[in-house]
Every structure is written in C-alpha cells, then in structure tokens.
T-cell receptor, first 114, second 116 residues
Framework: NAGVTQTPKFQVLKTGQSMTLQCAQDMNHNSMYWYRQDPGMGLRLIYYSASEGTTDKGEVPNGYNVSRLNKREFSLRLESAAPSQTSVYFC?????????????FGDGTRLSIL | AQSVTQPDIHITVSEGASLELRCNYSYGATPYLFWYVQSPGQGLQLLLKYFSGDTLVQGIKGFEAEFKRSQSSFNLRKPSVHWSDAAEYFCAVGLYSGGGADGLTFGKGTHLIIQP
C-alpha cells in the first residue's frame, strides 16, 4: 500500500527559483493538506483542499500556491523561493465522512533554499 | 483560536521505565485529539485518537492516553518504554467545524530519549 506519496524527497534551490512539490494518495480520500515542519515549531498548516476543485488557506499560506489537480493529487508551488521557506514539507490526506477521521501523512520533502 | 501546548521539549527515560508525555489544548468546542509519533527522517504515524466516549483510549505500540476535560489535557502514557520508542511525539487537535475550517493544530513536539 503506497498511501501518501511525496516527490521529491530532497531538493536544494537557489533564492528566487520556483518549484512544485508533488503529492498523491491512493486511498480515495477527499481531503488533502500541506504542512511545513520547522525545528521547535511543530507542523503548521499551509493549505488544504476539502475536495477536488477546492482549496483554502491555512495558518501560513504566504509565498505558496496549491493545485488540486484531481482527487488523487495535490501540489504545492513555490513561485520565488526564499531562505525562510527552507523546511520539511508534509502532505497528508483524510478519509471521507466524519471529520474525526485521522490524517495520513507522507514521508516528507526536505527543501533547502540557499 | 485553538492551540496545543506540549510543555516538555525533551524527556529522557530509562528503558523499562514508565512514560507520560503532557499535552494541553485550548479549543472552543469538543475537541478531536490525536497523538502522532515521528521517527527521524520519517513522516508522522498515528498512535491514537479521541473523539468522544471513553476518556481512556488505547493506541498502537502499547500507548494509551487519557482525556480530561476539566484540565484540558490529553496526556500520553506507556507503562514500560523500549529503546525503539525514541522519537518525536506530537499532540494535535482537529480544527474541523461546520463552517468549513479544516486541518490539525499541532503542539511543538516532545523529543523522547531512551537511556539504556
């Protein structure tokens, strides 16, 4: 079972470069999420998508864009990368139905911006 | 706004000893509460969850947690830790509401070190 798959696993960018982080889930989940994890900060929600075709801002959306391409895929784009966006990015998805269902996480993308 | 506090940044426990990791939350309604564990370089794995009902919930790997509404706490416990329990532990509260807000609010994590 693949679950939530994130690509790439590691990436180094220069300031000002653009990049898209990919996320796909094979569990037929409706809701998908992007978080960033910084040392001593826990995980913070960037964007989420409750269903195909809808996206909403989370706690820290500035500098990011997202696309819910279809039910399986939810991408995160950095248009002009900044050193402050150096972080570990996690994608997650949640089963349909009751909102108390837990989220399932990918293994993360480690992004460094020089 | 909802928030989660994990007061202990680091905890060191001897192998075989008992463990309690603290979590306090602030939330305006009945919370959905979760504990996740993260091993180095890995994603987050769900240990257990609480929505309603029995306030003592059992999870995987021998962990349990107790929801105490009066103390706004959801502490994680294990009677006897193993070296493989060394990891980062996160408490989280669900933001789900009828207004459409969604996602999890996480605490900053507790790093568990196991001494031989």
């Amino acid at each position: 079972n693949a679950g939530v798959t994130q690509t790439p696993k590691f990436q180094v960018l220069k300031t000002g470069q653009s990049m898209t982080l990919q996320c796909a889930q094979d569990m037929n989940h409706n809701s998908m999420y992007w978080y960033r994890q910084d040392p001593g900060m826990g995980l913070r929600l960037i964007y989420y998508s409750a269903s195909e075709g809808t996206t909403d801002k989370g706690e820290v959306p500035n500098g990011y864009n997202v696309s819910r391409l279809n039910k399986r895929e939810f991408s995160l784009r950095l248009e002009s990368a900044a050193p402050s966006q150096t972080s570990v990015y996690f994608c997650a998805s949640r089963p349909p139905g009751k909102a108390n269902q837990p989220q399932h996480f990918g293994d993360g993308t480690r992004l460094s911006i020089l | 706004a909802q928030s989660v506090t994990q007061p202990d940044i680091h905890i060191t426990v001897s192998e075989g000893a008992s463990l309690e990791l603290r979590c306090n939350y602030s939330y305006g309604a009945t919370p959905y509460l979760f504990w996740y564990v993260q091993s180095p370089g890995q994603g987050l794995q769900l240990l257990l969850k609480y929505f309603s009902g029995d306030t003592l919930v059992q999870g995987i790997k021998g962990f349990e947690a107790e929801f105490k509404r009066s103390q706004s706490s959801f502490n994680l416990r294990k009677p006897s830790v193993h070296w493989s329990d060394a990891a980062e532990y996160f408490c989280a509260v669900g933001l789900y509401s009828g207004g459409g807000a969604d996602g999890l609010t996480f605490g900053k994590g507790t790093h568990l070190i196991i001494q031989p």
